[in-house]
């Protein structure tokens, strides 16, 4: 049936006078909902095309942002980034963490029809350990021994040893054993034509151009009150800035340019609300530790002084970021707010260069040492516009004190392959684009420091490493959370990065939309409850049960 | 006329093999890989790409690799996209006919206003009005595509509303009647032919009319008018058909054209053709759907090339005459 959004009265009449009028009203065509159904779409854009729905396989953020719609993990992140059951009830770590329990959801059904069980939850281990699936995700179940389930709604996990971090791996969306084989001949169709446990299920994938998700009636948290929900591919940023302006969508990340001038238009303030939130990456600029530029903490320290990342902020995105001072996510639960940053203060930087040998002794407004001047490149990928701002204020900044830093922004695959991987580089100005679990074991510890790992810096410290291993160990939040915050001291006070900034994700959405939460990252978190008023909606003839 | 045409024929094949060598080598020569895109991404170890380079078969030798692409290629198999599995083939011919429709009816509208546009010129060549309009099609001609397609985006679709912005077709197509969805997937395409059919008519124009100029300055012309022929029919009949020439070459250039779309105008404009196909691939280091969209540009390329050149041995004697002498 299609339904048109119409005025509250014909709603009334419609209901007291029951089934005659309101046949006479549907056929005047001036049909309505009751205020409680379901109603309306919410139409986003997508940068790329979702290249795999399948979560084992979903590699790219169209791809996952997709498929969070259409699967569930056995848990998630609530809004506050604290990790809850989804497909599992509950769970319990036993055996210090050598054996986690999950106690599953009953009655939760497959977009098929058929009933979700713990053989699912098997399959779906098994896929990602499988060394023929393309999988970039298995590293993170290594440490698990064996998964089983001792009966349909109880999945039992076995690790060679505990592994705190492990727990958020289960966030990993659960595909369904009747509809995959173990072969996995039916990949490709399952994945353009996925069936999942979520809110939405795939109505329509136009390849190229958009997807059209439709709400899951039978959802185990309830109907999603919005209908539809359409990803639309818009690969150009200025397109996505117009449909805007067309009302074409309802939602879109925006630049700090975008944000702070060009909607502050009368036509923005009515029809959208503006939101920004702490991102998910920080940007640094890494040294490497073994050049010998770079290997005296107190130069790391001075160049910490003379680096002034406010004024970054302020220049490269507009005010709308913040200086950070360590290697997690500043609303983290890890991140030690504490941490006393070094002032930026000129003449402290000078003093420490001084006390490590380095002077300028020739008066060409140069830094040197034994006859080697302070000059060095960093190295940053080309393309990121950001980054070489943020090169290109640094390189004032440090020149105040007599250091030379030259820039050099190349080809990403060029700048790891040629230079990052073999470790040919003085200094990389990067960001890390982090998970929710903050382990930081691959980035900082020192058995990391291997070809193709991510402690290109060669950081090596021995209280971390430990710490870091006995965070891995630890299940206890709190204890865990302390264990990080020390990490976190220990790394700033070792410099191995000048942790610069984070930056805001900002974006706009519809003012249409009801019952929007804010969380500490997005206000996505709890989507199937936001609601549009029928008087407001925008699609309001769609078809709601198609 | 048969010798040149297997002498082509012959020229074409041999050229056809070394372009797929030529980008094949370079394409896999060049930095980075399938799985580069998850390089630095603390989710994905070093081992999970490793397996992954192993998975895609690209730790083998890279002549193995060519030569098995080639030996399936002559058999018209494209392979698999790495990214998702899908055939190269179904993604081709799901982006081309897009590409097709809005870069033929673009290079149709192109010719129908260049050619008497510059036949016009060369008439008037000189005047006021000639200059205005030549300095016009120069403009659109130099300004970038992607800025007169923003500019009229923002015109036509934002301030006045005239027609859609961006995609195929609206969001709930499926929902309209058959003439609805006809219309709207056709007024979808109103902003990119338009913005296409500017630039390349302003180009043919140009051609035209310095060709129609190095005609008209011809003693033949001018013994025709002595003649007492109409100016239309000095125009039409004897300085046009010599001086279309170099527009046949302009026609055979146009043919890979048809399917190489715009990666920049179909970004803004949001169509999923040819253009945005072989970016995405080129982004994910999606090797044979690289070398598919390649391998059917150097075809049509060299076909165009080969037709041009018949078309020309067809519209000239001359030429015609020293194939037959060789």
Excluded at chain 1, 244 to 260: S, V
Excluded at chain 2, 26 to 51: I, Q, T, Y
Excluded at chain 2, 233 to 251: K, Q, Y
Excluded at chain 2, 255 to 275: C, Q
Aim: net charge neutral; glycine share 8%.
């Amino acid at each position: 049936m299609r339904l048109k959004k119409s005025s509250p009265r014909v709603l009334l009449a419609g209901i007291f006078l029951c089934l005659p009028l309101a046949c006479l009203a549907a056929s005047n065509g001036a049909r309505s909902l009751p205020v409680s159904e379901p109603g309306d779409a919410f139409v986003a854009p997508a940068i790329a095309e979702p290249v795999n729905l399948i979560p084992f396989l979903a590699s790219d953020s169209a791809s996952a942002e997709v498929s969070h719609f259409i699967f569930n993990g056995l848990l998630k992140y609530d809004g506050d980034l604290n990790l809850v059951g989804d497909l599992a009830e509950s769970w319990e770590v036993l055996d210090g963490g050598l054996r986690i329990v999950f106690h599953l959801r009953k009655g939760v059904r497959w977009h098929d029809g058929y009933l979700f069980t713990a053989r699912d939850v098997v399959f779906t281990y098994l896929c990602l350990i499988d060394p023929d699936v393309p999988t970039p995700y298995g590293s993170a179940f290594e440490k698990v021994e064996t998964v089983f389930a001792p009966d349909d709604y109880t999945v039992e996990v076995r690790y060679k040893e505990p592994f705190s971090p492990g727990l958020s791996s289960w966030t990993m969306g659960i595909v369904p054993e009747h509809k995959l084989d173990y072969e996995h001949q039916n990949d490709l169709a399952f994945s353009k034509n996925p069936i999942g446990t979520g809110p939405y299920v795939i109505k329509r994938w136009e390849r190229g151009q958009l997807i059209d998700l439709k709400a899951n009636p039978f959802y185990f948290e309830g109907r999603p009150n919005i209908s539809r929900v359409v990803l639309r591919v818009l690969p150009d940023p200025t397109t996505v800035f117009l449909e805007l302006q067309n009302e074409n969508l309802d939602t879109a990340g925006l630049t700090p340019l975008q944000y702070n001038r060009q909607i502050q238009t009368d036509f923005f303030r009515t029809k959208y609300q503006s939101l920004d939130f702490t991102g998910t990456q920080y940007t640094y600029m890494g040294y490497n530790l073994r050049s010998s530029l770079f290997s005296d903490k107190r130069v790391r320290q001075a160049l910490a002084m003379a680096a002034d990342s406010n004024e970054i902020v302020s220049a490269v995105l507009m005010g709308r970021g913040r200086s950070t001072t360590g290697p997690f996510l500043p609303e983290s639960w890890a991140y030690d707010a504490d941490v006393k940053s070094f002032q930026h203060d000129l003449s402290a930087a000078r003093a420490l260069l001084k006390e490590a040998g380095w002077e300028d002794r020739d008066n060409d407004g140069i830094l040197d040492r034994d006859g080697q001047k302070f000059s060095f490149t960093v190295l940053t990928n080309s393309g990121n516009d950001q980054r070489k701002m943020t090169c290109e204020i640094l390189q004032k900044q440090l020149a105040a004190v007599g250091i030379e830093m030259k820039i050099q922004a190349m080809e990403w695959s060029v700048l790891l392959k040629e230079f990052i991987h073999p470790k040919r580089f003085e200094a990389v100005l990067l960001g890390w684009n982090l998970p929710m679990d903050p382990d930081i074991f691959d980035i900082f510890h020192s058995s990391r420091r291997g070809p193709g790992q991510f402690n290109f810096v060669s950081y090596a410290n021995p209280e971390v490493d430990r710490l870091l291993e006995e965070a891995r160990i630890e299940f206890d939040q709190q204890k865990r959370g302390e264990l990080y915050r020390r990490v976190h001291r220990l790394i700033y006070e070792d410099q191995p990065y000048a942790f610069l900034y984070t930056s805001e994700s900002l974006s706009v959405l519809h003012k249409r939309f009801d019952g929007v939460t804010a969380g500490k990252l997005g206000v996505g978190h709890d989507f199937v409850r936001w609601y549009v008023p029928k008087e407001k909606r925008r699609y309001g003839t769609l078809s709601v049960d198609a | 006329m048969r010798k040149i045409l297997i002498k082509k024929g012959l020229q074409a094949a041999a050229l056809f093999f070394g372009i797929t060598l030529i980008s094949f080598g370079v394409v896999h020569l060049a930095p980075g890989s399938p799985v580069s895109g998850s390089e630095m991404n603390p989710a994905v170890s070093h081992e999970a790409r490793e397996k992954l380079t192993r998975l895609y078969g690209l730790d083998r030798p890279i002549e193995a690799q060519y030569f098995e692409w080639l030996s399936r290629m002559v058999r018209f198999d494209f392979g698999e996209a790495l990214s998702d599995g899908e055939k190269v083939s179904s993604k081709i011919l799901r982006a081309a006919p897009i590409t097709l429709v809005v870069n033929g009816i673009a290079l149709l509208l192109a010719f129908f206003v260049g050619i008497p546009a510059g036949v016009w010129m060369a008439w008037r060549a000189g005047s006021k009005k000639e200059r205005l309009l030549g300095t016009l099609f120069l403009g659109f001609y130099s300004m970038p595509s992607f800025w007169i397609a923003m500019l009229f985006m923002s015109f036509f679709a934002v301030r006045f509303h005239l027609v859609p912005l961006s995609g195929l077709h609206s969001l709930f197509y499926e929902e309209m009647p058959l003439w609805r969805r006809w219309l709207d997937a056709a007024s979808h395409l109103v902003l990119p032919i338009l913005v296409l059919t500017l630039s390349g008519s302003a180009a043919i124009s140009r051609y035209v009319r310095s060709s129609m100029r190095d005609v008209l300055g011809q003693g033949f012309i001018r013994a025709s008018r002595a003649r007492g022929l109409s100016e239309r029919a000095v125009l039409m009949n004897h300085a046009l058909r010599n001086a279309l020439l170099p527009v046949i070459t302009l026609i055979g250039l146009s043919v890979p054209a048809l399917l190489g779309g715009s990666v920049v105008l179909e970004s803004i404009f949001a169509l999923p053709g040819m253009g945005r196909l072989f970016f995405t691939a080129v982004f994910q280091r999606d090797y044979p759907v690289i070398m598919g969209v390649l391998t059917l540009g150097a075809l049509l390329t060299l076909a165009g090339n080969t037709l041009a050149d018949l078309a020309y041995a067809y519209a000239d004697p001359r030429i015609r005459r020293e194939g037959e002498e060789k």
